[in-house]
């Protein structure tokens, strides 16, 4: 069966850290882009972190440099390290394996993950 499954969400207060792990159960995970994508109450899902099977990692302006995002082929697994966090963090955090067009169209998401920074 085809999944991701993210864990690591969690309450901190702001200045903390917390990982987030995304295990897919996917063939051929190492051609697929990954990614974090988070979406807070009210607003759409952004793209946070990505990481593709080759080149540079992607992020967004509000997290660069504070968070990190990383990936083992040989695990089947993709990581985000969110440090420095901040209440404007708070958010469902969903790990997104992105295929190339010549091996399918269908993105595939995770069930998500709460992520709560407040004091």
């Known amino acids: 069966q085809v999944q991701l499954v993210e864990s690591g969400g969690g309450l901190v207060q702001p200045g903390g850290s917390l990982t987030l792990s995304c295990a897919a159960s996917?063939?051929?995970?190492?051609?697929?882009?990954m990614g974090w994508y988070r979406q807070a109450p009210g607003k759409q899902r952004e793209l946070v972190a990505s990481v593709p099977t080759v080149g540079p990692t992607n992020y967004a302006d509000s997290v660069q440099g504070r968070f990190t995002i990383s990936r083992d082929n040989d695990k089947n697994t993709v990581t985000l390290q969110m440090n420095n966090l901040k209440p404007e963090d708070t958010a469902v955090y969903y790990c997104?394996?992105?295929?190339?067009?010549?091996?399918?169209?269908?993105?595939?998401w995770g069930q998500g993950t709460q992520v709560t920074v407040s004091s």
């Open positions: 997104n394996a992105h295929p190339p067009s010549y091996y399918s169209s269908y993105d595939l």
């Open positions: 996917i063939s051929h995970f190492s051609i697929y882009t």
